[in-house]
């Protein structure tokens, strides 16, 4: 038994995921497309078994790609459970000096009642994994093992793939991270080799906008073909502009713009001072009631208003807006729907099944519903850290410009229940702009499903705020 032992030993001292340094960790990773390495350090509860906390909010991991949440019912026994549990699938990697291995079953599982995002099915399924250091029944229990890990490109360029090791805690990569002067106890953040740039920092954003504000800047738009097109004067313009002079491709899927950092321009009066204009959080279309199987133009002729007529009186286009809608504070007798928010209590307790609902007044019909799930899916890869850049629009001798001021506003830590309760109080609101136009005889739809908070507001939807004064590089 003794000889058998000795082997065990043996072997567990020369594998490589314990004599591993960072330089070793950094080449696996970096060779499998990893730019950016993100790291954890797991203490005795995370394993195959408990799981391994990696956030309190889906969005604390908006940098990686995330998929379409699902509600399943949560089976823990403890006292406070039985709540819900909301699976993310997550397209997850394991890597090896050798090779990358697919762990088809990897998930995040949301529990919005603590709140807590944990990774789970990381082991089952796949052919290589870090089972040795993860299992529950082997060294799943060790302290200061360190997980790392970083999104990678897939074929088509883009991040589709999250890349991962782990390794012993006797590891010198392990040791490094230990000895990191970023080290955050309990957190993911990111790894710093000798002087690289700190990842996540808003300092490397600040510089680059530096290099931007109070010049007045020929609107264009960078497409994420390469494509240049300048001027641009869409009323989009000035976001488009934003991006673009960060080096930032057209922004046609959700996710960060700039690092991890999503960038936000916002129309002010002024560039001295904060105004409280309203700003557009996301634009997801219902999924769910009785516009989800009609056309766009029905919805609209039926619930919106009037709001052109040609010379004979007949009406030849047609708006919904949030005048065409009650609410429980204000109720408009014209407005033919109510608008609800259904299974919310509070922030950290809600029904995964519940929605935000229009619903017909008269028949008690859900009209239009979004579900919390898609609504979530589109939280989870857009807020967590954002800053917001003021900006003014203007001619110049005829020339169109924007500039962007130095008065910028960080929006740090959110979650999905922050969202639910700015909503339920009044700062969050849904606003529409549906219309539906008659040409050549033909009825023609624009639709344009917004929620909209004022920029005052922001301070209840994220956990701080702060208020930055950017100083411009000259």
Known sequence: ?????????????????????????SDILRRAGVETIWVKRLVPNNNSKQQIYLGSDPSDLGFLPLGVPVYTEAKSQKK???????????????AAPHGVFEAPFAKMCFYPQYPEVRFSGFLRGCKESPKVLLSETQRGHELN????????????????RVISLVVGAKSPAAEYVLKSTNFEEGRVFPL???????VGEFSSLERALQKIILRKILPWRLKNDGEVVRPYTAPNAPGLTLEAELGVGENAIPGPDFDIWEVKAVKQNSLRKRNNHKITLFTPQPDMGWVTSVKQVDFVLKYGHVSKKDSTGKPVEYYFTSTDIS??????????????????????HFDPNGYIALIDKETKELVAGWSYL???????????????????????????????GGLVTLGLSTSFGLFLQSFNDGSTVYDPGDKASLVDGQWKPHSRSQFRIGFLDLKSIYIDVEEREIHRLD
């Open 327 to 348: 609410t429980d504070s204000i109720v408009k007798e014209n407005a033919k729907l109510a608008l609800k928010l259904e299974g919310f209590t509070d922030s950290k």
């Open 145 to 160: 093992r360190c997980m790392f890990f970083g999104t990678a490109p897939n074929v088509d360029g883009q991040k589709e």
């Open 1 to 25: 038994m003794d000889s058998v032992d000795n082997t065990q030993n043996m072997t567990r001292a020369v594998a490589w995921y314990d004599t591993i340094d960072i330089q070793g960790v």
């Open 192 to 198: 710093i080799i000798d002087d690289a740039q700190t």
């Open 374 to 404: 898609k609504l979530l899916n589109h939280w989870q890869r857009k807020h967590n850290r954002a800053v917001y850049v003021p900006y003014q629009r203007g001619k110049e001798n005829e020339v169109p410009f924007v500039e962007f």
């Open 80 to 94: 406070r459970a039985g709540a819900p549990v909301i699976q993310i699938p997550v397209p997850w990697y394991w």
